[in-house]
Every structure is written in structure tokens, then in C-alpha cells.
């Protein structure tokens, strides 16, 4: 079992940077595929961006060149970090995180096994 912890949301100016981080519980962090998905309101989850067991990242192209992902095994932590953000990036954060050794798609939300409570970021323009 993982239990994920997101923090360091919060109102930001458009064109700030924040980041964001996810903090797990449990055994073999370093065996889990992570990633970030965020939610605004009336719309469905979509994948943000992604970091395998491996180190490989992955983006929406949405964010690609803004965001990096990046993760801390021997803190059992994720972060994204956000540069030059904008309106559109107002949303509800969650991380997420695979079953070990995942190798499948990441960007879509059912690839994930366990999700956290969420933070919330608000960016405004």
C-alpha cells in the first residue's frame, strides 16, 4: 500500500514559477512510476507529466518546456516544478503512482494504482 501526500500548492501571479511535491509512504518508492495529473473545475483529469522508475520524464504539450517533473528516491518524493505559469494551469493537482516496475502508458489515469488528496493551485492572471 502507498499513501501520497501532495503540497505546495497555492495562489500564484501568472508568469511566477512553484512547485509543487508529492511525498509517499510505503516500500520500493524507487520501483513506482509517478505522475501528475490536475483537474479544473467542469473538466476531466488530464495527465500533466510523468516520471518512470527509470527516470524517463514525460509531458503534456501543454506544459512541455514549462514544467519538469522530477522525483528524490531517497526522500520518496516527486516534484513538478512550474515555470511561467498561466491562467490555464488553474487546477487541482494530484500525484499518482503505478503498481512496481509499470512499463505500459502513463499518461492515461487508469495506468495508476494509487492517487493522493490533491492541492490546489490558483494562477492568477
Known amino acids: 500500500q502507498v499513501q501520497l501526500v501532495e503540497s505546495g500548492g497555492g495562489l500564484v501571479q501568472a508568469g511566477d514559477s512553484l512547485r509543487v511535491s508529492c511525498a509517499a509512504s510505503?516500500?520500493?518508492?524507487?520501483?513506482?512510476?509517478m505522475g501528475w495529473f490536475r483537474q479544473a473545475p467542469g473538466k476531466e483529469r488530464e495527465f500533466v507529466a510523468s516520471i518512470t522508475w527509470g527516470g524517463s520524464a514525460a509531458y503534456a504539450d501543454s506544459v512541455r518546456g514549462r514544467f519538469t517533473v522530477s522525483r528524490d528516491n531517497a526522500e520518496s518524493t516527486v516534484y513538478l516544478r512550474m515555470h511561467s505559469v498561466k491562467a490555464e494551469d488553474t487546477a487541482v493537482y494530484y500525484c499518482a503512482a503505478t503498481t512496481p516496475y509499470y512499463s505500459g502508458n502513463t499518461y492515461r489515469p487508469w495506468s495508476y494504482e494509487y492517487w493522493g488528496q490533491g492541492t490546489q493551485v490558483t494562477v492568477s492572471s
Open positions: 510505503g516500500r520500493a518508492f524507487d520501483s513506482y512510476t
